[in-house]
């Protein structure tokens, strides 16, 4: 499987998870995105999916990917856990490959715990409904081995409200990111490519030196950063020990210069102002 290094860990490990191999693609600089442009060089007779993660709320180049693996008969999973209302060329995330969502309480929209996945594949929509629920196609028959994913009553109560507020959540993140964009100065500013609508799960800077000096400063003046990620999958102790000796200069460059600010939607005016004037009037230090 075909995926990126510059991820939550999940990402990849679900290949380990039914012993398959994650195969590494180095990230686009700018967007920290799969370079899709790469991905062919990876493809051997053994590959047998790619997994694009849809990176802090912007799609990937859904285009390219779905070409390459349509030439090479491979699926398409997408990880869209950070994506909720995301679209490529006007199409939503999660409806190209199989789509996997996250409704962990940090992202977009929550249930509190759990996700959903998305297909236009009626076999496989059955199958998924076997494995959630101890592998039972009716009360007390159980067909294959399955698992308890089932997302409970209140859990669904909850994204259902949730998923009604979505859209105007996303709005105002994209508002958000619009406004501190247009006046961060010293900080590199996330790059939205044309014909995609970023969500904004996260709005990550890049600093180029000095990352924890500002993070430092941000915590001083009460302004609350995190650094998605500071070490890629394949530099994580587990794959180290797996034999994983990747060099990945991208998107360990990355790691080491990242870092996201506050962009959920309740930041009012002044919070943002707040921001701006906290991160313009830093100076890295001598």
């Known amino acids: 499987m075909i995926t990126t290094p510059f991820s939550f860990i999940a990402s990849s490990n679900c290949a380990l998870f039914v012993g398959a191999r994650p195969v590494f ?14 991905i062919g060089d990876k493809i051997t007779e053994r590959t047998r999916a790619i997994l694009p993660v849809h990176l802090y709320g912007q799609p990937c180049d859904m285009a390219t990917i779905m070409d390459i693996a349509g030439r090479h008969n491979l699926v398409v999973i997408e990880d869209a856990c950070q994506a909720h209302g995301a679209a490529f060329e006007g199409r939503p995330v999660g409806s190209f490959g199989t789509g996997c969502f996250s409704f962990y309480p940090t992202k977009n929209m929550t249930t509190g715990e759990g996700g959903m996945v998305t297909t236009n594949d009626d076999t496989l929509a059955e199958r998924l409904r076997l494995l959630r629920n101890h592998g039972q196609s009716q009360r007390y028959r159980h067909d294959v081995l399955g698992y308890h994913f089932r997302t409970t009553d209140m859990q669904a109560a909850i994204g259902l409200v949730q998923l009604g507020k979505l859209p105007a959540w996303n709005e105002k993140r994209i508002a958000n990111a ?23 799960h996260q709005y990550t800077i890049r600093v180029s030196g000095g990352r924890q000096a500002l993070q430092d400063h941000l ?20 794959y180290q020990s797996l034999g994983y000796s990747d060099v990945l200069p991208q998107a360990e460059a990355a790691g080491r210069e990242v870092l996201s600010l506050p962009i959920y939607p309740a930041l009012s005016p002044s919070d943002l102002n707040r921001i701006v004037m906290a991160v313009n009037g830093f100076t890295t230090p001598a």
């Open 219 to 238: 915590t001083r003046l009460g302004i609350g950063t995190a650094i998605h990620y500071p070490c890629p999958i394949h530099r994580q102790p587990v």
């Open 25 to 38: 693609v180095d990230i686009e600089p700018d967007t920290y995105l799969i370079d899709a442009n790469a």
């Open 178 to 200: 619009r406004y501190l964009s247009e006046r961060l100065q010293g900080v590199y500013t996330p790059v939205v490519r044309p014909n995609r609508r970023h969500v904004f």
